[in-house]
């Protein structure tokens, strides 16, 4: 059996996924872009994916934002901290691709696909060593990244059936009272 999903959509017809493992690119980053890409559709996230790699929107960085420069362009998220990470953003892309791609085998549309799942894990750290003065050595390591998305298509909304009949609620002493008033 192969690597489970963490979480799975609620209607396996109508989604598509994708997901990569052990990603040779910083997980911060990585989890940063991931999580700005939740909630809009798949057409729109390969927009919004294209406009960051040409700068002309930014990655709004909300939970490891510690050094991170400030910019105008995070405005439109309502924060003042983003940057461009390029090697996250065309991993992201790719995933993305992947992702259009299995949704045009299962014949559903990008711009009724709307991304309901983004998760990035932490992966095992790649090992390497560093030489240091006087004949030590440290290790260099790097932060490697898991990535899964899925995407489902939004269900259409029905009208509520119109009811005539409007019944009061009662608390248990408006009902109690009523009752004694019916039987004296």
């Given at each position: 059996m192969?690597?489970?999903y963490a979480r799975e959509p609620a209607v396996a017809k109508k989604s598509a996924k994708a997901r990569a493992s052990d990603l040779r690119t910083h997980f911060k980053n990585t989890y940063e872009v991931a999580k700005a890409l939740k909630g809009q559709t798949l057409a729109q996230a390969l927009k919004y994916l294209q406009d960051v790699l040409q700068h002309n929107r930014c990655v709004p960085f909300?939970?490891?934002?510690?050094g991170v420069g400030r910019t105008g362009q995070a405005k439109e998220f309502?924060?003042?901290?983003?940057?461009w990470p390029e090697k996250?953003?065309?991993?992201?892309?790719s995933l993305l691709q992947n992702l259009a791609a299995n949704a045009q085998v299962k014949n559903?549309?990008?711009?009724k696909l709307i991304i309901n799942h983004v998760q990035v894990n932490r992966a095992q750290k790649g090992r390497r060593r560093t030489y240091r003065a006087h004949g030590r050595?440290?290790?260099f390591l790097s932060s490697n990244a898991h990535v899964e998305i899925?995407?489902?298509?939004?269900?259409?909304?029905?009208?509520?059936?119109?009811?005539?009949?409007?019944?009061?609620?009662q608390s248990r002493k408006q009902a109690a009272r009523s009752k004694l008033a019916i039987g004296a």
């Open positions: 192969g690597k489970q909300t939970r490891f934002n510690g309502g924060r003042s901290q983003g940057r996250s953003v065309r991993i992201v892309l559903l549309t990008n711009d050595i440290n290790p899925w995407a489902a298509e939004k269900d259409e909304n029905v009208k509520k059936e119109a009811n005539n009949k409007v019944v009061a609620r």
